[in-house]
């Protein structure tokens, strides 16, 4: 089992910055990849951005590309995902989850084992 706790989000005008932050507990997470999704009031879950258990490998949904960066420390069993030029489209819960995997990056929803409670991002225009 791994335990997922994501924090960092909040408040921010349109244009600003947050980064957030998942922390994972449990069996030894860096041969978890890890990823990013996000969901809006009515909407389904979507992905966002992605990273490989070694770290060397990324992958980002068209709408966050060039704005957001996923990176992680495996150190520290921490994810981030720092998020620029943000917009209102941006605001949802952002949900951290894990899949014990150390040869892709998965991208979909199904693919992930583990998910966090979430944490909310809201971006005011």
């Known amino acids: 089992q791994v335990q997922l706790v994501e924090s960092g989000g909040g408040l921010v005008q349109a244009g600003g910055s947050l980064r957030l932050s998942c922390v994972a507990s449990?069996?030894?997470?860096?041969?978890?990849?890890m990823g990013w999704f996000r969901q809006a009031p009515g909407k389904e879950r979507e992905f966002v951005a992605s990273?490989?258990?070694?770290?060397?490998?990324?992958r980002y949904a068209d709408s966050v590309k060039g704005r957001f960066t996923i990176s992680r420390n495996n150190a520290l069993n921490t994810v981030y995902l720092q998020m620029n030029s943000l917009k209102p489209e941006d605001t949802a819960v952002y949900y951290c989850a894990a899949r014990n995997t150390m040869m892709y990056v998965p991208t979909t929803r199904r693919e992930y084992e583990y998910w966090g409670q979430g944490t909310q991002v809201t971006v005011s225009s």
């Open positions: 449990g069996r030894t997470s860096s041969r978890y990849a």
């Open positions: 990273i490989r258990a070694s770290g060397d490998s990324t």
